[in-house]
C-alpha cells in the first residue's frame, strides 16, 4: 500500500471550511484513497472514500487530483466537534487492513 | 442498530500474564480487524478474520493470537505480556471482505505493569 504524507497539525475556526491535505505520490492505479478521523479516546470513524472523481457526503467532500499524487478532504462548516486526528489512508480495494499514518490533528476553535 | 462493541472496555494485567480481548461485530457483518493504538508506533493492523478464518496478519509476534466463531464474534488472546503490550486494541467490522467502510468499536484500554 502506498505511504501517506499529512502535515501533523492545523487549525480552523468555527463555521469556517477545513481543508485538509494529503500527498500519496507513489499511488498505484487500483488504490483508493480513504478518510478516517478519531476523536478523542474513541475508534476511528470512517468519513469518505475515492478513487478518481470528486466525492461528497454529508460529512465532507473529497478532491483527488487528476493525476492523483494528493488529495484533499474538505469539511464544509468545521464545528468544535469535527476537533480529531484526521487520516488519510490509500489501499487496494479487496485488501482490508488499513495501513494508518500519522495523520493531521484537526483543531477547530470558537 | 448496535454498534460494534468489545468487551472489557479497561483492563489491568501484569507482565507475564496473557489476556482475551472480546468484539461483537455489527449483526450481520461477517469480516472483523482488529488495531492496536499505542502512543509511539500509532494504529497498526494485528489481524483480520472472515468467516472464521485468519485472512490477514500484521507484523506482530506469535503471543497475539485471535479467533472468530461462527457468529462472527471474535476475540484476540495476548500470550506473556510485556510492558510494551500495554494499547488500546480496537476492532473493526466489515459486511463483507473488500467493502470500503469498517466500523470501529470503542477499544479495550489495556494496561500492563
Known amino acids: 500500500d502506498a505511504k501517506t504524507t499529512q502535515p501533523p497539525s492545523m487549525d480552523c475556526a468555527e463555521g469556517r471550511a477545513a481543508n485538509l491535505p494529503c500527498n500519496h505520490s507513489?499511488?498505484?492505479?487500483?488504490?483508493?484513497v480513504y478518510w478516517y478521523r478519531q476523536i478523542h479516546s474513541q475508534g476511528p470513524q470512517y468519513i469518505i472514500h475515492?478513487?478518481?472523481n470528486n466525492e461528497t457526503n454529508e460529512m465532507a467532500s473529497l478532491i483527488i487530483t487528476e493525476d492523483r499524487k494528493s488529495s484533499t478532504l474538505i469539511l464544509p462548516h468545521a464545528t468544535l466537534r469535527d476537533t480529531a486526528v484526521y487520516y488519510c489512508?490509500?489501499?487496494?480495494?479487496?485488501?482490508?487492513?488499513?495501513?494508518f499514518g500519522t495523520g493531521t490533528r484537526l483543531q477547530v476553535f470558537p | 442498530k448496535a454498534g460494534v462493541t468489545q468487551t472489557p472496555r479497561y483492563l489491568i494485567k501484569t507482565r507475564g500474564q496473557q489476556v482475551t480481548l472480546s468484539c461483537s461485530p455489527i449483526?450481520?457483518?461477517?469480516?472483523v480487524s482488529w488495531y492496536q493504538q499505542t502512543p509511539g508506533q500509532g494504529l497498526q493492523f494485528l489481524f483480520e478474520?472472515?468467516?472464521?478464518?485468519?485472512?490477514n496478519k500484521g507484523n506482530f509476534p506469535g503471543r497475539f493470537s485471535g479467533r472468530q466463531f461462527s457468529n462472527s464474534r471474535s476475540e484476540m488472546n495476548v500470550s506473556t505480556l510485556e510492558l510494551g503490550d500495554s494499547a488500546l486494541y480496537l476492532c473493526?467490522?466489515?459486511?463483507?471482505?473488500?467493502?470500503?467502510?469498517?466500523?470501529f468499536g470503542p477499544g479495550t484500554r489495556l494496561t500492563v505493569t
Open positions: 489512508i490509500v489501499r487496494v480495494y479487496d485488501a482490508d487492513k488499513l495501513i
Open positions: 507513489t499511488i498505484s492505479g487500483n488504490e483508493y
Open positions: 475515492g478513487l478518481k
Open positions: 449483526s450481520g457483518h461477517r469480516s
Open positions: 478474520y472472515f468467516s472464521e478464518t485468519q485472512r
Open positions: 473493526a467490522s466489515v459486511k463483507d471482505t473488500g467493502l470500503h467502510e469498517q466500523y
